[in-house]
């Protein structure tokens, strides 16, 4: 009997290929890469390590139906002939949230809407009661998607956008999202073998996933919640068999994970988000100026980070981004450095010549990430060597 399904995990742009990556890892079937999302094949137990495991997903969709729509009444005969019954219980809620890229569609919330009532009608036609809605923790959650006519309804699995961990309480002013600061650690080959700074470190976040992809911790362990711990097929012993297998893959970590920033505010939290992640045995934060310090470790140093971009922090951009090219070049010889920023005018003020120039987006923002790679002595040195 093959239990496998379809399944679709949502990303950022610029994200698929490490997703893919990161799903062949785990063992995923059938991977294909598309616009913000790979596709997959699994089965039950996958679903859940996928929604434990991968550092670059923000959902992990169950497609259970795809068809062509012309218009509304199409949507809403086409719902309606699912068997709904079978996967909300008596007095179980829902949501649906839709999202479109059609001429023919124009307004994502009525799409949402008109697949509530075919869901709802059918219920009451096959029960005689309607399930209520709930937005925040409905029994089943429902995703719409229209591509021009192709329209897909898929259950989430996943509730929350993953990339809502579970360690982050506080947060600064420009917090990172804790998907896009993996994705940026992955790009930029962090696996782990080296020293590793955050320079301008803020809540944490990417410190404790880099600590979290150099040890091979899950990243979604502290999660209170996801969505298909409330499906009628939810397997708590299948879970935490998953869990387990998870978790002997954990690994050690022998070098040392450090950040700096120089508002004492931002490191009491990322004292605390450390803490809640329980990693504090491998990061170590300091109130530091990070254009006042050097390079204090033996060996290559890997840096990554996330300088502001004067969308909500007022400082002058030009000499802000020439310091770090001066710091990086005077104090940080055989580092590898990285850093994301949507700013491209104030990059050009670095000073140095970027090894590598990545489009990625930061929420809304298009932005890079960029790689400075600082040799000891000249770069024309190294290559003669």
Partial sequence: MNDNFNMLAKTMFGFEDILAKELLQLGAMDINKGVRSVSFVGDKGFMYKANLALRTAIKILKPIKTFRVFNEDDLYKQVYKLDWAALIPDNGTLAVDATVNSNQFKHSKFIALKTKDAIVDKIRDVRGNRPNIDLRYPSLKINVHIDKQVCTISLDTSGESLHQRGYKTATNIAPINEVLAAGLLLLSGWDGKSNFLD?????????????????NIPPNLMRKEFAFERWQDWDVDLFE????????KVRDFHYKLVGYDKSPSAIAKAKGNIANANLEEFITVEH?????????????????????????????????????????????????AWFITSNLDALKHVGLRPSRKIKVFNAKLESRLVNYKIYEGSKKAKYQD
């Avoid at 320079?199 to 040890?215: D, Q, R, V």
């Avoid at 100026?289 to 290559?300: H, I, L, V, Y």
């Avoid at 980070?305 to 940080?332: H, Q, V, W």
């Fill in 241 to 248: 068999t998953i869990e387990e297998s998870l978790l002997k």
């Fill in 199 to 215: 320079p301008m470190c803020g809540s944490g976040t990417i410190l404790i996933e880099a600590a979290m992809i150099a040890c």
């Fill in 288 to 336: 530091e100026d990070f254009f006042k310090s050097e390079k204090n470790t033996q060996g290559p140093l890997h840096m990554l980070f996330n300088p502001p971009y004067g969308e909500r922090l007022s400082i002058e951009m030009e000499s802000f981004y020439a310091a770090i090219g001066d710091t990086l070049k005077k104090s940080y010889t055989n580092t590898d």
